[in-house]
């Protein structure tokens, strides 16, 4: 992806690309919270009413199927543009490279809140959440939602079951 075909696709110039949005790291991210978010609302997603369903589990059971379900929704959303960034990775762009390196700093962040409202329940060990922290990190890895929805053709109701039962498991 370069600027200038962008502005060609979307039918105004380079310029204006760079002055609305900004250069390719710019677009990219913008497109990405907007797919993330689902919407152009500015209210982070900690504060959503789907994060805080997860935030509120009173126990790993609530918290796995939640999760799961929050996941499966951004990931419909996501997972497509996700799928094609990922599958060749940065390929030596540092745009592309800085791109990937920062939402997976995000998601590491949002899967951490997430599981605090259960470890503050003592439904988790404290001596385990930096492990608890690392199981979800992988089991929602993007990766893994596009190798079994995209690549083995599974619903992403099927996802949602297998990673609700996944993140049951890793934190029991």
Same mark, same amino acid.
């Given at each position: 992806? #370069?600027? =200038?075909?962008?502005?060609?696709?979307?039918?105004?110039s380079p310029q204006t690309?760079?002055? =609305?949005?900004g250069?390719?790291?710019?677009?990219?991210?913008?497109?990405?919270?907007?797919?993330?978010?689902?919407?152009?609302?500015?209210?982070?997603? =900690?504060?959503?009413?789907?994060? /805080?369903?997860?935030?509120?589990?009173?126990?790993?059971t609530s918290y796995a199927a939640a999760y799961a379900a929050w996941v499966r929704v951004i990931y419909d959303r996501v997972g497509p543009l996700l799928g094609v960034l990922l599958a *060749?990775?940065?390929?030596?762009?540092?745009?592309?490279?800085?791109?990937?390196? #920062?939402i997976d700093s995000e998601r590491r962040h949002g899967n951490t809140n997430s599981? /605090?409202?259960?470890?503050?329940?003592? $439904?988790?060990? =404290? *001596? $385990?959440?930096?492990?608890?922290?690392?199981a979800v990190w992988t089991l929602t890895a993007p990766e893994v939602y596009d190798?079994?929805? /995209? /690549?083995c053709g599974w619903a992403s109701a099927a996802y949602e079951r297998w990673l609700t039962t996944q993140l049951g498991a890793a934190l029991s």
């Open positions: 992806m #370069t600027i =200038s075909r962008l502005a060609e696709t979307a039918g105004v690309v760079y002055n =609305s949005v250069g390719k790291a710019e677009v990219i991210k913008a497109v990405y919270d907007v797919m993330l978010a689902g919407d152009e609302d500015g209210t982070p997603m =900690s504060e959503r009413p789907e994060f /805080r369903r997860v935030t509120g589990a009173t126990d790993v *060749h990775g940065p390929g030596g762009d540092p745009v592309l490279a800085n791109f990937v390196a #920062t599981l /605090r409202g259960v470890a503050e329940r003592g $439904q988790l060990p =404290s *001596h $385990q959440f930096d492990g608890a922290v690392d190798r079994l929805v /995209r /690549r």
